[in-house]
């Protein structure tokens, strides 16, 4: 009996479990052309890999000779292809055990010789050695049939055991075909296949205990086959998965007669591993009874074998994308769609019972500060801790999403009262009022909370989101950290808001904005060296509206960009006139936004629009935070000194609020350190209150750096400066920015006279 178990379970095993391993033995058509074969392969096994014979395809002769080299070295038998359509010629003249094929190739790509290889028939595994690295590419090539896919520039020893790995591949192929021919003669061999099998192999009788075990059963799950022979299959099936298991095997009607498969988390023996997941396929083991002469033969089901492939990695791949399509990945909280996906079922209760719910948006106070001035790492962990702080607010049937950015919202589901919104608002603001602790650095944000409560507040989920939107805005224009509930009056704002959008839209194609020019005064001559362009808007309706008022809206509905590059050729036009009328010291200085500086082109473009204005270079000063220097230190560090090259200079703005760090001083090609207002507002009576603007002044002047003082309103702050020897002077003290006309009046006026004026 055990010997017909045996003979049985290996025939059918080379048939069935096999057959998946290898695209030769998917037909009839492909056994017929492996028995043909089996007569060649006289070798034993230690000797194919030392005779292996590897087709090398790439486009680059230098890589192309490096892997020749290496693959020879190590014995095998290479020959190399220069291009996809070489490669495709050596197919035809000869078969090859492996392919390393690289996918970018300029006259046949990698994707291409493989289809060839396919339609052709070429039994030869491949693995792919290429500089694509997009999981499209990837996916695609080993849907194509690839064995593994390597990155360029290649780690030898990965690429050596990777093709060592793939020869072993179709070693074991060309091993199962050999046995096929085999099976009657040698069980010791069939042993060596179901043994040498990645997945694993398995036997039971009828009453369901293993009867046969092959040896992956102790890598993969821990267990010893003396541990498992004579027990139930149960013993290791994972207990939400055993009603599955009981269904599949069939065991006590034993009526099912095809094969069937499904995927079952199995219980390993290490705690370590705890239940990992396999695809696994049954069979029915048949023995033929009642056979007579002239009779139509019974069967009967005796037991079942079956494989077990471990699809555990895989398992967790899906499920991380389904976690990351619904999470943010950051904060580990659900991200907007699982967010509205709750709500709109909340949403769906609250209707049907007739309940409220609430909705809360928050959005950080001050975060952008700690971003820019800390690094955006130090920003991440900074979103991290809120999250954790926030997740310890709220309830377990609330949902806390990530909404994006700095903003998080928030779902209260089951509201007893309206107040209960008010509670965890007020518990949150608390909480997050304590000071975070960053690398060293202990920080401080608050939160703006918009709260709509359905139905008052909105009666679907785009609503409820919108109108906490508004809620929190309004709250961010009292003075940030604290919560309000939507309201009506509230719409009446928003709609003012859309109409100024609009407004703002159609503002440079009316002409409405103008450039106002601030002066800056030298301590040493009292007169005027250079402007400051700053851009106003002189609305049809409002009159002229400051910077403070619609640049956060230009920079949100992505006009920005837009209005900077209108001031710049627009100041540069006109400053351009002061010069030829016989002002030829005045300098030019204009500040640049983020979105500006970071565009790529950025440096074409400024020298582009100096040169279409004729402006001279030398009397041009680009205005420059610190924060935007430190973004991106190494690219900006390389368009400075383009534009330094080109004669224009540059000042660090607002020095002293931002990253401050010294060191990039003395690399950047900065000429120019404008000290905050803020620092100049500490100058009063005592010189005491002044350390700051000390220190910064005192280094500039050991840096050889121009200083300017920003800000300066007093006759006490202008006499301290001088005293520290502060070079320019800029600020309500000689006046505010006026209009162009108004600033070329004033131009070779002293001090003095500018004051008087």
């Known amino acids: 009996m055990e010997q017909y178990f045996r003979f049985y379970f290996l025939k059918r095993l080379v048939h ?27 070798q034993p096994f230690s000797q194919i890999n030392n005779k292996a014979s590897i087709l090398i395809v790439d486009d680059e002769l230098r890589l192309l000779d490096s892997l020749n080299n290496l693959l020879k070295a190590q014995g095998y038998q290479t020959v190399s292809a220069q291009g996809g359509l070489e490669a495709c010629k050596q197919l035809s003249q000869q078969s090859f055990d492996l392919i390393l094929l690289d996918l970018n190739m300029a006259d046949m790509n990698g994707h291409q010789v493989m289809e060839y290889a396919s339609k052709n028939d070429f039994e030869t595994a491949v693995v792919v050695v290429s500089g694509e690295s997009s999981f499209s590419s990837v996916s695609k090539a080993l849907r194509r049939g690839a064995y593994d896919y390597l990155r360029k520039p290649y780690d030898p020893e990965e690429l050596l055991s990777t093709v060592n790995s793939a020869l072993q591949k179709v070693i074991l192929e060309k091993a199962h075909n050999d046995m096929q021919t085999r099976l009657q003669k040698s069980e010791e061999l069939h042993r060596y296949i179901v043994n040498s099998s990645p997945d694993i192999v398995f036997m039971l009788d009828k009453n369901g205990r293993f009867t046969f075990l092959n040896n992956k059963v102790e890598s993969i799950l821990g267990y010893k086959k003396t541990d498992l022979i004579g027990r139930h299959y149960k013993s290791i099936i994972d207990p939400s998965d055993v009603e599955r298991a009981r269904y599949l095997f069939e065991e006590q009607s034993g009526k099912r007669r095809e094969s069937w498969g499904s995927e079952i988390k199995l ?30 033969a019974e069967s009967k089901i005796i037991g079942t074998y079956g494989t077990a492939r471990d699809i555990t990695e895989r398992k967790e791949a899906e499920e991380f994308i389904n976690f990351q399509a619904y999470h943010d990945l950051l904060t580990r909280l659900p991200n907007r769609a699982l967010f509205k996906d709750r709500l709109n079922v909340s949403l769906a209760q609250s209707k049907r019972n007739k309940s409220n719910l609430a909705v809360m948006f928050l959005d950080l106070d001050r975060f952008k500060i700690v971003n820019d001035t800390l690094g955006h790492a130090m920003g991440d962990r900074l979103l991290q801790s809120v999250a954790q702080r926030l997740e310890s607010c709220v309830r377990k049937c609330d949902t806390l999403s990530r909404f994006g950015g700095d903003e998080f919202t928030l779902l209260l589901p089951t509201l007893s009262t309206t107040e209960d919104a008010r509670t965890i608002a007020k518990k949150i603001i608390k909480t997050l009022k304590e000071p975070f602790i960053l690398g060293g650095h202990e920080v401080y944000v608050g939160v703006s909370i918009g709260i709509a409560v359905y139905p008052n507040g909105g009666e679907t989920v785009d609503q409820l989101i919108q109108n906490a939107d508004v809620a929190m805005y309004h709250v961010k224009g009292r003075g940030k950290d604290g919560y309000q509930y939507y309201n009506e009056a509230m719409a009446i704002h928003t709609s003012n808001r859309l109409n100024l959008e609009r407004d703002l839209r159609n503002a440079l194609e009316n002409n409405e904005f103008r450039v106002f020019y601030q002066p800056q005064i030298s301590t040493h001559t009292g007169r005027m060296v250079g402007v400051e362009a700053l851009v106003r808007w002189q609305h049809p309706e409002r009159g002229l509206i400051f910077p403070g008022e619609f640049i956060p809206l230009a920079e949100e509905t992505r006009l920005m960009s837009d209005i900077n590059d209108w001031v710049l050729k627009t100041a540069c036009k006109e400053v351009k006139t002061w010069i030829d009328n016989g002002h030829s010291d005045i300098r030019l200085s204009v500040n640049f936004s983020p979105l500006q500086v970071e565009h790529p082109r950025f440096v074409q473009r400024l020298l582009s629009c100096l040169r279409l204005t004729n402006f001279p270079p030398n009397k041009f000063e680009i205005e420059l935070t610190e924060n935007v220097i430190m973004n991106d230190l190494e690219n900006m560090t390389q368009k400075l000194r383009q534009l330094s090259e080109h004669g224009l200079t540059i000042a660090i703005d607002d020095f002293g609020t931002g990253y401050s760090s010294l060191n990039y001083l003395r ?8 000290v905050d207002q803020s620092f100049i507002q500490d100058i009063r009576d005592t010189q005491n209150e002044a350390c700051i603007v000390n220190a910064i002044i005192s280094m500039a002047h050991g840096l050889k ?13 202008l006499n301290y400066l001088k005293t520290l020897g502060c070079h320019e002077i800029q600020g309500f003290y000689y006046g505010r920015a006026v209009p162009a006309d108004e600033a070329f009046s004033k131009l070779g006026f002293n001090a003095t006279q500018l004051i008087a004026v």
Do not use: C, Y
């Not at 069935?16 to 006289?42: C, R, V």
């Not at 390993?268 to 139509?296: D, L, M, Y």
């Not at 690399?667 to 350190?673: A, E, S």
């Open 16 to 42: 069935e479990s096999f057959k998946n391993k290898s695209n030769a033995l998917s037909s009839k058509k492909k056994w017929l052309a492996i028995d043909m074969k089996i007569n060649k392969l006289k």
């Open 267 to 296: 219980l390993a023996k290490r705690e370590s591993h705890s239940a990992r997941h396999f695809e696994i396929t049954f069979f029915p083991i048949e023995r033929q009874v009642n056979k007579k002469p002239n009779s139509v």
């Open 667 to 674: 690399k950047l090609h900065i000429h120019t350190l404008k």
């Open 705 to 717: 750096l121009n200083i300017i003082a920003e800000g300066v309103e007093t006759e006490t702050q």
